[in-house]
């Protein structure tokens, strides 16, 4: 070969090489995967998440996380994701990678008894894949764990096991989307996927909905119900499989948002019916749904109620119609003339029983328009089979033999099945039960007697409120009442399971499924209006009714009036704070963003002072006091360790403040204990030397400032008199103390923190209108007068609560001023009463600056923006001493939180 032709083929080559990298580049892997089209068509739900940091903070909120922690599948994801973090050297490392990605996670029968996970995560950017790289080099290189690659049709396949127990993950990487499981076999099935592109998607019946464009929804999910009899095998006896297969004929598959919402789970969306030729779907279809209205009958010991809303329950599939026997015959026209006589609704119910050997009792209930006409017709039918007309009374109610073996099957169809031979009847206003034995029947009429029925239960009527009004097929269950049912219909290998998770079970007892047909059910792309309700009763003083939003804001309603000004707590991840407000009861509660009330925990007298930040277990918690006793908060509402630390019974607290910790040494806690007496503690309870109290001479003229200035202690106390102290940790004074600032003072001091004493320096304003900056090292550093003063005027130092800056306020009587440090007077206004009005400076930067004026007795506040002029135009209604003010960057604009009696109110401003 010629060296040219040689040199000309090369070059091809190399054309060819170029030509197929910028084709890919170009074409393929710019081309977006979709997740949707990698999951198996096995899938029972998938799971579709995005903002994973909001879901984990919602959970925690609604108190879940605690109980998702028990259970076996989220405990190996959260041992896996300590592991990932331990080799990755840094915290939270799967959930900052995980982000606001959408990430799938569908659930799969693998055998005849066990299910897997399988999770898809995008990989978005090189550090990423980076990130993983690593991250399997790294388990490749521990001793405990063998890394493995392998070709499986055309795709590579890793396997990461370890050694001893050869548990461990299988991973596929396709095009950047990361496909995850523990079996193996279920990411072999995603590659059999990829070789038929041209097949739907799992979701392709719902290719235009993503419930997670809306802001309010926390998670997606897309249900399979032509798997689920084969998924709840896995966990039921093999007897309850047909029942399962005729409640799932009613669709195929359905897509729900879920909202975690304070007290309960919601899940809402849209269900395509079943079409197959016998599904119970085709069975009911034309029956426009019904209310539910036979709650005075239901008794509280519900366990489990399939509810029926239909018209014409000539509908539903009739045993009798395909029986040959004698008996059918000759009760047949009869059996037809009382199932005419029913309508509206009619219901299975389970009652709870007291053991898991014991055979649960059940209830089928009928709607009956006309009474007497279904009574007369069961007096024929006992005549015509010859059963006695003898009966058993139970209050004003009868209790009769039905004369017909499976008589309610006969009359209302296949879900009601399992009533013997000899069943009995009894008749309670306009229904009709039927029961399998007397005493069944006895046990209900008992509890319709003594009107322990849902109508009576204020839980169960707030519930059933939060339900639809009006479907066709509702299944209710108390997951309290049910346990014991549970247990006795799973299978032997799954009750350890429950019981393991019976908090999680049991943590909202409350849950309602139904399915609401569409009003053009004709169409052939009608959809049930499908919602999953899983709520746990709002008991107590502690919990707030709904909201109520506006175009103005949020409105939520106590119990007990609010006794508290609002405390406003960052949340990460969330646009807007949470809140921190006491009731008069003495009932402290955390409202999140979402304006829900996430833990309420009471507390032995009334809040003192302000709330701080302490960790607790590695997050913020809540550092208040009152007067008897100093708590500590993790952020679920729970005390810290070794709190509440109790006062000496002669001591009331009248302050708090917190020290930052020193190294290893624990942050101090300086407790005002009124008139002029300092304790200091630190956070295991033990008292400072020298600080058992402080007795100082004055009374406090604000509470003292707790600093650490070169890792160094430093307490300043400032005094009524006009006296400056500042004190080390041993409780002794710092050179050029105390310092006298010529005046009386009735406000703290705004602080310049430095890296030495001497350049640390603190503000003040003394009530003959004098401002003087003085250091740590005891030296006066300026004095300039701000404002004129007479013998009613009371001065203020006001600071940001940031430390951004101050302003200083002027009481003259009835008369308030503002003036910034340079003396500059900001606003002016008379009020209609002469008591002290509690002022609050607001700085968010870039000249958006607010001051609100709180008047107490007419219960108002003034919020004037950077101009001096009154927002509104008006004062707002609050009748706290202070309010909560929070600046959202994105939007511009300003959420005010005030209180007014029992309401915790939000509203929307907009300032220029």
């Given at each position: 070969?010629s060296?040219?032709?040689?040199?000309?083929?090369?070059?091809?080559?190399?054309v060819?090489a170029?030509?197929?990298?910028?084709?890919?580049?170009?074409?393929?892997a710019?081309?977006?995967?979709?997740?949707?089209?990698?999951v198996?068509?096995?899938?029972?739900?998938v799971?579709?998440?995005?903002?994973?940091?909001?879901?984990?903070?919602?959970?925690?909120?609604?108190?879940?996380?605690?109980?998702?922690?028990?259970?076996?599948?989220?405990q190996?994801?959260?041992?896996?994701?300590?592991?990932?973090d331990?080799i990755?050297?840094?915290?939270?490392?799967?959930?900052?990678?995980?982000?606001t990605?959408?990430?799938?996670?569908?659930?799969?029968?693998?055998?005849?008894?066990?299910?897997?996970l399988?999770f898809?995560?995008?990989?978005?950017t090189?550090?990423?894949?980076?990130?993983?790289?690593?991250?399997?080099?790294?388990?490749?290189?521990?001793?405990?764990?063998?890394?493995?690659t392998?070709?499986?049709?055309?795709?590579?396949?890793t396997?990461?096991?370890q050694?001893g127990?050869?548990?461990?993950?299988?991973f596929?990487?396709?095009?950047?989307?990361l496909i995850?499981?523990?079996?193996?076999?279920?990411?072999?099935?995603?590659?059999r996927?990829?070789?038929?592109?041209?097949?739907p998607?799992?979701?392709?019946?719902?290719?235009?909905?993503?419930?997670l464009?809306?802001?309010?929804?926390?998670a997606?999910?897309?249900?399979?119900?032509?798997q689920?009899p084969?998924f709840?095998g896995v966990?039921?006896?093999?007897?309850?499989?047909p029942?399962?297969?005729?409640?799932?004929g009613?669709?195929?598959?359905?897509?729900?948002?879920?909202k975690?919402?304070?007290?309960?789970?919601?899940f809402?969306?849209?269900?395509n019916?079943e079409?197959?030729r016998?599904?119970?779907?085709?069975?009911l279809r034309?029956?426009?749904?019904?209310?539910?209205?036979m709650?005075?009958?239901?008794?509280?010991?519900?366990?489990?109620?399939?509810?029926?809303?239909?018209?014409?329950?000539?509908?539903?599939p009739?045993?009798?119609?395909?029986?040959?026997?004698t008996?059918?015959?000759?009760?047949?026209?009869?059996?037809?003339?009382?199932?005419?006589?029913?309508?509206?609704?009619?219901?299975?119910?389970?009652?709870?029983?007291?053991s898991?050997?014991q055979?649960?009792?059940?209830?089928?209930?009928?709607?009956?328009?006309?009474?007497?006409?279904t009574?007369t017709?069961?007096?024929?039918?006992?005549r015509?089979?010859?059963?006695?007309?003898s009966f058993?009374?139970?209050?004003?109610?009868?209790i009769?033999?039905?004369?017909?073996?499976?008589?309610?099957?006969?009359?209302?169809?296949?879900?009601?099945?399992?009533?013997d031979?000899a069943p009995?009847?009894?008749q309670?206003?306009?229904?009709?039960?039927?029961g399998?034995?007397?005493?069944?029947?006895?046990t209900?009429?008992?509890?319709?007697?003594?009107?322990?029925?849902?109508?009576?239960?204020p839980?169960?009527v707030?519930?059933?409120?939060?339900?639809q009004?009006?479907?066709?097929?509702?299944l209710i269950?108390?997951?309290?009442?049910?346990?014991?049912?549970?247990?006795?219909?799973?299978?032997?290998?799954?009750?350890?399971?429950?019981?393991?998770?019976?908090?999680?079970?049991?943590r909202f007892p409350?849950l309602?499924?139904?399915?609401?047909?569409?009003?053009?059910?004709?169409?052939?792309?009608?959809?049930?209006?499908?919602?999953?309700?899983l709520?746990?009763?709002?008991?107590?003083?502690a919990v707030?009714s709904?909201?109520?939003a506006?175009?103005?804001g949020g409105?939520?309603?106590?119990?007990?009036?609010?006794?508290s000004?609002?405390?406003?707590?960052?949340v990460?991840?969330?646009?807007?704070?949470g809140?921190?407000?006491?009731?008069?009861?003495q009932?402290?509660?955390?409202?999140?963003?979402?304006?829900?009330?996430?833990?309420?925990?009471t507390l032995?007298?009334?809040l003192?002072?302000?709330?701080?930040?302490?960790?607790v277990?590695?997050n913020?918690?809540?550092?208040?006091?009152?007067?008897?006793?100093?708590h500590?908060?993790?952020?679920q509402?729970r005390?810290?360790?070794n709190?509440?630390l109790?006062?000496?019974?002669?001591?009331?607290?009248?302050?708090?403040?917190?020290?930052?910790?020193?190294g290893?040494?624990?942050?101090?806690?300086?407790?005002?204990?009124?008139g002029?007496?300092?304790?200091?503690?630190d956070t295991?309870?033990?008292?400072?030397?020298?600080?058992?109290?402080?007795?100082?001479?004055?009374?406090?003229a604000?509470?003292?400032?707790?600093?650490?200035?070169?890792?160094?202690?430093?307490?300043?106390?400032?005094?009524e008199?006009?006296?400056v102290y500042?004190?080390?940790?041993q409780?002794?004074?710092?050179?050029?103390?105390?310092?006298?600032?010529?005046?009386?003072?009735?406000?703290?001091?705004?602080v310049?923190?430095?890296?030495?004493?001497?350049?640390?320096?603190?503000?003040?304003?003394n009530?003959?209108?004098?401002?003087?900056?003085?250091?740590?090292?005891g030296?006066?550093?300026?004095r300039?007068?701000i404002?004129?003063?007479?013998?009613?005027?009371?001065f203020?130092?006001?600071?940001?609560?940031?430390?951004?800056?101050?302003?200083?306020?002027?009481?003259?009587?009835?008369?308030?001023?503002?003036?910034?440090?340079?003396?500059?007077?900001?606003?002016?206004?008379n009020?209609?009463t002469?008591?002290r009005k509690?002022?609050?400076?607001?700085?968010?930067?870039?000249?958006?600056?607010?001051?609100?004026?709180t008047?107490?007795?007419?219960?108002?506040?003034y919020?004037?923006?950077?101009?001096?002029?009154?927002?509104?135009?008006?004062?707002f209604?609050?009748?706290?001493?202070?309010?909560?003010?929070?600046y959202?960057?994105?939007?511009?604009?300003?959420?005010?939180?005030?209180?007014?009696d029992?309401?915790?109110?939000?509203?929307?401003?907009?300032?220029n």
């Open positions: 070969m060296q040219k032709l040689l040199v000309f083929l090369a070059g091809l080559l190399l060819s170029l030509g197929s990298y910028l084709y890919y580049r170009r074409s393929v710019r081309t977006p995967v979709d997740p949707w089209a990698l198996p068509d096995d899938a029972v739900l799971a579709a998440t995005r903002d994973h940091p909001t879901l984990v903070r919602h959970l925690k909120e609604t108190q879940i996380w605690d109980n998702l922690t028990g259970v076996r599948y989220f190996q994801v959260e041992e896996n994701s300590a592991l990932i331990s990755a050297g840094s915290p939270s490392v799967v959930l900052r990678f995980l982000g990605k959408l990430v799938l996670t569908s659930v799969h029968v693998t055998g005849p008894g066990t299910f897997d399988l898809q995560v995008p990989i978005a090189v550090r990423e894949y980076r990130q993983l790289r690593g991250l399997v080099n790294g388990l490749g290189q521990d001793a405990r764990y063998r890394v493995a392998r070709e499986y049709r055309g795709q590579q396949i396997d990461v096991r050694r127990t050869g548990h461990g993950i299988t596929l990487n396709y095009r950047n989307q995850i499981s523990t079996n193996a076999g279920l990411v072999e099935s995603v590659v996927r990829l070789e038929q592109p041209e097949l998607s799992i979701a392709a019946d719902f290719k235009n909905t993503d419930y464009q809306h802001k309010d929804v926390d997606m999910l897309l249900l399979n119900y032509r689920f084969r709840l966990f039921f006896r093999p007897k309850l499989r029942s399962l297969e005729s409640i799932t009613l669709s195929r598959n359905g897509l729900l948002g879920m975690l919402v304070g007290n309960k789970i919601l809402n969306g849209f269900t019916p079409t197959t016998d599904a119970l779907h085709q069975r034309g029956q426009p749904a019904q209310r539910l209205r709650a005075d009958v239901l008794p509280l010991r519900t366990a489990l109620l399939l509810h029926l809303g239909l018209r014409d329950m000539a509908t539903l009739v045993a009798r119609r395909v029986a040959a026997d008996l059918a015959a000759r009760t047949g026209a009869l059996l037809d003339s009382l199932t005419a006589s029913f309508s509206r609704e009619a219901a299975v119910c389970y009652l709870g029983s007291s898991p050997r055979v649960p009792a059940k209830l089928a209930l009928v709607y009956c328009p006309s009474p007497t006409r009574a017709l069961l007096g024929q039918l006992r015509l089979t010859g059963t006695s007309p058993e009374r139970v209050g004003p109610y009868r009769y033999q039905g004369g017909v073996p499976e008589l309610p099957s006969r009359l209302l169809g296949g879900f009601f099945t399992g009533f031979e009995v009847v009894a309670v206003g306009d229904y009709l039960a039927f399998k034995d007397a005493a069944t029947l006895r209900w009429l008992d509890d319709v007697v003594g009107k322990d029925t849902w109508t009576t239960s839980a169960q707030a519930f059933l409120q939060e339900t009004p009006l479907a066709r097929v509702s269950m108390d997951t309290r009442n049910s346990w014991n049912v549970l247990l006795r219909a799973l299978v032997e290998e799954r009750r350890a399971d429950l019981l393991r998770n019976e908090a999680l079970f049991k409350q309602a499924l139904q399915f609401v047909p569409p009003t053009n059910e004709a169409d052939p792309d009608a959809q049930y209006y499908t919602q999953l309700l709520r746990h009763p709002a008991v107590g003083p707030a709904p909201q109520g506006n175009d103005t409105l939520l309603t106590f119990k007990t009036p609010l006794a000004s609002p405390t406003l707590i960052s990460q991840g969330a646009r807007l704070p809140a921190l407000v006491q009731d008069k009861a009932v402290l509660h955390y409202v999140t963003p979402d304006n829900v009330v996430a833990w309420s925990d032995p007298g009334p003192v002072g302000s709330i701080s930040r302490l960790p277990g590695g913020l918690g809540y550092l208040l006091a009152t007067p008897t006793q100093l500590l908060l993790d952020p509402g005390s810290a360790p709190f509440p109790n006062l000496p019974d002669t001591v009331r607290a009248s302050s708090l403040t917190a020290g930052p910790g020193i290893k040494t624990p942050p101090g806690l300086l407790v005002g204990g009124g002029g007496n300092l304790f200091l503690f295991n309870g033990r008292a400072f030397p020298g600080w058992q109290p402080k007795r100082l001479d004055f009374n406090l604000a509470p003292p400032h707790y600093l650490v200035v070169g890792g160094r202690t430093v307490i300043v106390a400032l005094l008199n006009g006296y500042a004190y080390n940790q409780g002794n004074l710092y050179p050029g103390f105390p310092l006298s600032v010529g005046a009386r003072l009735n406000t703290g001091a705004f310049e923190a430095g890296t030495t004493l001497g350049r640390t320096r603190l503000t003040v304003v009530q003959h209108g004098e401002r003087i900056t003085f250091s740590l090292g030296d006066v550093v300026s300039g007068r404002a004129t003063w007479n013998r009613n005027s009371v203020r130092l006001v600071p940001e609560l940031a430390g951004r800056g101050y302003v200083v306020a002027r009481e003259e009587g009835g008369r308030v001023s503002i003036f910034d440090p340079s003396g500059r007077q900001l606003l002016t206004q009020f209609l002469s008591g509690p002022v609050q400076y607001f700085d968010f930067g870039a000249g958006r600056r607010v001051v609100v004026i008047e107490p007795a007419p219960h108002r506040a919020i004037y923006d950077a101009q001096g002029r009154l927002v509104g135009g008006q004062p209604v609050s009748t706290a001493p202070e309010v909560g003010l929070h959202e960057t994105v939007t511009g604009t300003y959420y005010l939180f005030r209180t007014v029992t309401e915790l109110r939000r509203t929307d401003l907009k300032m």
